[in-house]
């Protein structure tokens, strides 16, 4: 089957730093994608691995490491805006993409 | 530029009403989507559309059926609505980067 693991919540002080964790089981996963979602919002992209390594694009960083089927999504410098849903994503080929069930990400000051 | 726009935003239903919810996108996406989203389970596909003319099944499409009505349009239409189809469902597009979907602002259903 294909699914994606994520933790269901995190907490973490304003300022800090923050990993988001996401375990995929699939076969043909291609990539992967983070997306936030702000409650009530619409999710909206992040970022995208898709080979190996640690992609960097301001605050937030994303890892993949295919032969673990692991990545984590890693966000610096928090601010009380950062309170969002996150959610990882795996291509699965072609046009059909699979979410993982979110991790809700709570700042505190 | 709107982006991705959906209508309507919020809709109640009885049990085997039908109706059809619209989706726009003016970026020049060739691939649109609809998911549903239910709490603590994260986005999943409906159906898709790679290009105009073409439409594919994701997930979880019994109960719907989607039009690709020309390269900006994509609806979703409930033709006997259940209580189980309860959800806020979001409309998405992308361009050539089929990583990067763009999602419109959701319709918010309930199906008494």
């Given at each position: 089957?294909?699914?994606?693991e994520?933790?269901?919540?995190v907490?973490?002080?304003?300022?800090?730093?923050?990993?988001?964790?996401?375990?995929?089981?699939?076969?043909?996963?291609y990539?992967?994608?983070?997306?936030?979602?702000?409650d009530?919002?619409?999710?909206?992209?992040?970022s995208?691995?898709?080979?190996?390594?640690?992609?960097?694009?301001?605050?937030?960083?994303?890892?993949?490491?295919?032969?673990?089927?692991?990545?984590?999504l890693?966000?610096?410098?928090?601010?009380?805006?950062?309170?969002?849903?996150?959610?990882?994503?795996?291509?699965?080929?072609?046009f059909?993409?699979?979410?993982?069930?979110?991790?809700?990400?709570?700042v505190?000051? | 530029?709107?982006?991705?726009?959906?209508?309507?935003?919020?809709?109640?239903?009885?049990?085997?009403?039908?109706?059809?919810?619209?989706?726009?996108?003016?970026?020049?996406?060739?691939?649109?989507?609809w998911?549903?989203?239910?709490?603590?389970?994260?986005?999943?596909?409906?159906?898709?559309?790679?290009?105009?003319?073409?439409?594919?099944?994701?997930?979880?499409?019994?109960?719907?059926?989607?039009?690709?009505?020309?390269?900006?349009?994509?609806?979703?239409?409930?033709?006997?609505?259940?209580?189980?189809?309860t959800?806020?469902?979001?409309?998405?597009?992308?361009?050539?980067?089929?990583?990067?979907?763009?999602?419109?602002?959701?319709?918010?259903?309930?199906?008494?």
């Open positions: 089957g294909q699914s994606l994520q933790p269901s919540e907490t973490a002080v304003e300022g800090a730093i923050v990993q988001i964790n996401c375990t995929y089981q699939t076969s043909g996963f990539g992967l994608s983070w997306y936030q979602q702000h009530g919002g619409a999710p909206t992209f992040l995208y691995n898709a080979l190996d390594g640690l992609e960097e694009t301001g605050r937030f960083s994303s890892f993949l490491s295919r032969s673990d089927s692991y990545g984590y890693l966000l610096q410098e928090l601010q009380m805006k950062d309170s969002a849903s996150y959610f990882c994503a795996g291509g699965t080929g072609g059909k993409t699979i979410f993982g069930a979110g991790t809700r990400l709570f505190k000051a | 530029n709107a982006g991705v726009t959906q209508t309507p935003k919020f809709q109640v239903l009885k049990t085997g009403q039908s109706m059809t919810l619209q989706c726009a996108q003016d970026m020049n996406h060739n691939s649109m989507y998911y549903r989203q239910d709490p603590g389970m994260g986005l999943r596909l409906i159906y898709y559309s790679a290009s105009e003319g073409t439409t594919d099944k994701g997930e979880v499409p019994n109960g719907y059926n989607v039009s690709r009505l020309n390269k900006r349009e994509f609806s979703l239409r409930l033709e006997s609505a259940a209580p189980s189809q959800s806020v469902y979001f409309c998405a597009s992308s361009g050539r980067d089929l990583r990067e979907q763009f999602f419109g602002p959701g319709t918010r259903l309930t199906v008494l």
